[in-house]
């Protein structure tokens, strides 16, 4: 299926419905191609999370740990430099 990006923007609900149940649909601007809606298959999604919330691995740089008050206070300039 093919689309103007203006049809796209009024029938957008449609258009995603319509990808739900396996429909490519390509948007067309002043002629051209500029985008392609496509169905998600199980294989498009990862095994694994890909929000930046996953676990991370952060090397240890040997600082201290502080408390969030301490932390604040070093922000507001009033740390004790220790």
Not at 43 to 68: F, V
Request: no cysteine; proline share 9%.
């Amino acid at each position: 299926m093919e689309t103007t990006a203006r049809e796209f923007k009024q029938r957008s609900s449609q258009i995603l419905a319509a990808a739900a149940h396996g429909e490519t649909t390509t948007v067309t601007k002043n002629g051209t191609a500029v985008a392609r809606v496509v169905p998600v298959t199980d294989d498009d999604i990862p095994p694994y999370p890909t929000d930046p919330m996953g676990a991370l691995a952060l090397p240890d740089l040997g600082l201290p740990d502080l408390s969030d008050d301490e932390i604040e206070d070093a922000l507001r300039g009033r740390g004790t430099g220790s």
